[in-house]
């Protein structure tokens, strides 16, 4: 599985950003795809993910700022890109926002603890830095 980021920049507060992520190279046609963040001294940190079935989950930090969305390849399961829309940013949503695809298991993982963890994640791309100030 292959996964490239785009679309991050600098913004004023109160602005918004589109992220992009464009899959390829997976074959099962059930997945969930997510995005995390990470800012500097920080770990990790859960976004929003979205599995094949339309089922979303939003960090509680996120909630009503942020959406996820994806749109597939015609003719092509294989292929796809992952949206994030980010409205009114502030300055702590400045991070390193990373694009993650998983099974299908990660969203009933999620949806049973609340959480969504990075371990549930196999496939990872090399970030778009998000600059808000």
């Known amino acids: 599985v292959q996964l490239v980021e785009s679309g991050g920049g600098s913004v004023q507060p109160g602005g918004s950003l589109r992220l992009s992520c464009a899959a390829s190279?997976?074959?099962?046609?059930?997945?969930?795809m997510a995005w995390f963040r990470q800012a500097p001294g920080k770990e990790r940190e859960a976004v929003a993910a979205?599995?094949?079935?339309?089922?979303?989950?939003?960090?509680?930090?996120v909630k009503g700022s942020l959406t996820i969305s994806k749109v597939n390849a015609v003719n092509d399961n294989s292929k796809g890109t992952l949206y994030l829309q980010m409205n009114i940013l502030k300055a702590d949503d400045t991070a390193l926002y990373f694009c993650?695809?998983?099974?299908?298991?990660?969203?009933?993982?999620?949806?049973?603890?609340?959480?969504?963890?990075?371990?549930?994640?196999?496939?990872w791309g090399q970030g778009t830095q998000v600059t808000v100030s």
């Open positions: 979205l599995h094949t079935d339309g089922t979303t989950y939003y960090a509680d930090s």
């Open positions: 993650a695809w998983g099974p299908t298991s990660a969203m009933p993982a999620i949806q049973a603890r609340g959480i969504m963890s990075p371990l549930w994640f196999a496939a």
């Open positions: 190279g997976y074959t099962y046609s059930s997945i969930c």
